[in-house]
């Protein structure tokens, strides 16, 4: 197929619906809750409250990986904008109003920037902050679920010397290690020959600071977890009574992965549209897995998805990693 050709103006911010019609969230919701092991998406946690939310476990401290991989952008980020080179149009997933992608834009002054994020409100309200603070930059925003295929259009109006994508915050640790190399070889497509990738990832460690990243003593992740009911309830009237139900999240190192879920406390049954879903006490629905890599394991999935490991950022403490790849 044909990629569609849209117009891109210097100082000028658009948005692009690339979502399929039609409402996923409750066909994904009474679908997950008729599994054997009951799950939902993670991409579910992210209506407003659930964006506060997150905004806010960034900021704990048992959350290590946000400060860290800014402090590593910082102390780097002339070299990274030197591997991503000059004239670059530059494609994040996620939405970036933060200072990663504003001190990315500082150092690598792109011609053209193409956010990629489900939430809409959250990518036109990050764009817009970026427009204002950087007025020579033309941004075409794509609202569009990225943990499914998508055909990236052309730009017209911009010249481009290069595409480097920018995935940042170890998101790419939400997919399972198959569906990650399904995606990085979707980005080496859309970057195409001379493409390069920058990909934040949270490196391997000790389950106990792994176990209070995700179940923190102030209970926001928790809240962040249990909020998925709070809309499942609101926006497909359902009932759960979300006192009856309690956050569970664990590192598991043989699968060098966390799980999040939702734990029963009580024999009961909820209501999603009309049909009815029973819960034993201790069973959960699966809500999120943040699978954690070694370099090496990372470099390897980059490798096998088409790309040429270059660069290697950490910290001293080695917590989390920033990788610079080159399309082969
Ligand atoms: C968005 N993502 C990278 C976060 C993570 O660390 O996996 C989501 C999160 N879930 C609980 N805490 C943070």
């Not at 008729?34 to 998406?41: C, E, F, G, N, V």
């Not at 006490?281 to 699966?286: K, M, Q, V």
Request: glycine share 8%; proline share 7%; charged share 20%.
């Amino acid at each position: 197929m044909q990629p569609q050709l849209h117009q891109a103006t210097p100082g000028v911010v658009r948005f692009y619906n690339f979502l399929p019609p039609g409402d996923t969230f409750l066909a994904d919701v009474l679908a997950g809750l008729a599994l054997p092991q009951k799950a939902i998406p993670p991409k579910y946690f992210y209506d407003e409250r659930g964006c506060r939310l997150f905004e806010a476990i960034c900021e704990l401290p048992e959350y290590y990986p946000t400060r860290t991989e800014m402090a590593i952008m910082r102390s780097h980020i002339a070299e990274m904008a030197q591997f991503a080179g000059p004239g670059a149009q530059l494609i994040e997933f996620g939405s970036g109003a933060g200072i990663k992608t504003r001190i990315l834009i500082e150092a690598m002054q792109p011609p053209l920037y193409v956010p990629i994020e489900i939430a809409r409100d959250t990518m036109e309200a990050a764009s817009l902050q970026l427009a204002a603070r950087f007025p020579w930059l033309n941004i075409s925003g794509l609202c569009a679920d990225y943990s499914h295929p998508f055909e990236l259009p052309e730009f017209a109006g911009v010249p481009i010397q290069k595409k480097v994508v920018f995935f940042p915050g170890s998101t790419i640790g939400n997919f399972t290690r198959e569906e990650a190399l399904e995606f990085l070889r979707r980005v080496r497509r859309l970057a195409g020959t001379d493409g390069a990738l920058l990909v934040g990832v949270d490196l391997k460690k000790d389950k106990k600071t792994l176990d209070a990243a995700y179940d923190d003593a102030r209970g926001v992740t928790g809240a962040f977890n249990l909020n998925l009911l709070t809309r499942i309830n609101r926006e497909l009237g359902a009932d759960f009574q979300v006192k009856r139900f309690r956050h569970k999240a664990f590192y598991d190192p043989v699968m060098g992965r966390i799980e999040m879920h939702i734990e029963s406390l009580y024999s009961q049954f909820v209501h999603v549209a009309g049909k009815r879903f029973n819960f034993a006490p201790g069973e959960t629905i699966h809500t999120e897995i943040s699978c954690k890599y070694s370099v090496a394991e990372f470099q390897e999935l980059g490798r096998k998805a088409g790309f040429s490991p270059v660069h290697v950022w950490t910290d001293p403490a080695q917590m989390f990693s920033v990788h610079g790849m080159i399309a082969i």
